[in-house]
C-alpha cells in the first residue's frame, strides 16, 4: 500500500513510526530513571474484615509522577517494565519499599497487620526471589506472614522452568501468596490445584455488577464457595456500594477493599485514614 503511494508517503510512514519508537525510548529511559531515583511510589489500599470492619491489611499499588506528562497509570508503565526488562527491578522495589514502610508504621505504633505487594510473572524468573524476599524481611525485622505477594492467573500460562520453583520457595518460607483478579482469567480451577496460596480476591468486574444482575451474584457465590472447600481467605475488590458489600458479606466475604472504605493512598495519608476509621467504629460500638 504505502509503496504504491510514492516516496514521499514512505518517508512520511516511518517519520511517524521514528517518532512513535522515540516517545517510547523516552518513556522507558524516564521508567529506568524513575526506579534508579526514587521516582515511584506505593500508595496502599486498606483491605477491611467484613465481619467487624477491623483493617486486615494493606494493598501496595505502584504509582508513577513523571516529571513532564504528569501521572501515569501502572496499567500503562508495568506493561512497559515488563517489555524492557524493568520488571524484576521494579517487583524488587515494591517488596523492599512495602516492607520498609509497614516497619515503619509499626515503629510509630500504627497497627498495620499485612501488606500484599503485586508482583507480574516475569518477577518469580528470578530464582534469587525468595532470597531477596527473606533478606527484605529480616532486615526490617518482619515476620513471612507480615507479607503477602499477589499473583495473577497468567503466572501459571508462563512456562518459564523457574516459576513454580520460586514460587514454591517463597510459600515454604512462610509468605502469603494470593491469586489476584480471580476469574478473569481461564483455566483458573487446575491453577488451583498447582499453586500453594492462601488467598483469592474475587476480580471487581464481578463485584460492580452484583447489584443488578443475579448472574454475577451466582459466580461471586461460586467464587466464595470454592474458596471456602479450599480453606482459603476470599477477598473482594472493587466495593464502591454499601449494597454490594451487604450482598458479599451475607455470601461469606471475609475481606472486601475498594472506594467504598478507601482509594489507594500515600502512606501518611493511610495512617490519617486508619485513626478515623478507628475512632468511627469506636463510636458506633
Ligand atoms: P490490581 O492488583 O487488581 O489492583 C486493583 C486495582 O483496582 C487498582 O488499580 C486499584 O486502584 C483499583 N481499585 C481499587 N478499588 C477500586 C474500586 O472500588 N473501584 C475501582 N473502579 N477501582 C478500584 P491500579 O492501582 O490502577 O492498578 C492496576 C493494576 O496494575 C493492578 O491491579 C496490578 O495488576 C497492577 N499493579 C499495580 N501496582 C503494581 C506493582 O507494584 N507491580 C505489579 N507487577 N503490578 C502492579
Ligand atoms: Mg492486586
Ligand atoms: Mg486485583
Ligand atoms: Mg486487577
Known sequence: QAKSMGRGHV????????????????????????????????????????????????????????PELGSIPPTRFIPLAEECGLIGQLGHWAVQEACRQLAAWRRQGLQVPAVSVNLSPSDFHNLELPQQIAHTLQHHQLQPQDLTLEITESVLMDTHPSTLTTLDAIHSQGVNLAMD?????????????????????????????L????????????????????????????????????????QGYQVGQGYLFSRPVPAAELQQWLQQWRAAAARHG
Open 211 to 250: 447489584e443488578s444482575d443475579a448472574t454475577a451474584r451466582a459466580l461471586s457465590e461460586a467464587v466464595m464457595r470454592i474458596g471456602e472447600s479450599l480453606r482459603l481467605i476470599v477477598v473482594a475488590e472493587g466495593i464502591e456500594e454499601e449494597g454490594q458489600q451487604q450482598i458479599l458479606r451475607q
Open 11 to 66: 518517508s512520511y510512514f516511518s517519520h511517524e513510526l521514528n517518532e512513535q519508537a522515540q516517545q517510547r525510548m523516552a518513556l522507558e529511559n524516564a521508567l529506568r530513571d524513575a526506579l534508579d531515583n526514587g521516582g515511584l511510589q506505593l500508595h496502599y489500599q486498606p483491605q477491611i474484615n467484613l465481619a467487624d470492619g477491623s483493617l486486615y491489611g494493606v494493598e501496595a499499588l505502584a504509582r508513577w509522577q513523571h
Open 181 to 209: 483478579d480471580f476469574g478473569t482469567g481461564y483455566s483458573s480451577l487446575s491453577y488451583l490445584r498447582r499453586l500453594p496460596i492462601h488467598e483469592l480476591k474475587l476480580d471487581r468486574s464481578f463485584v460492580s455488577d
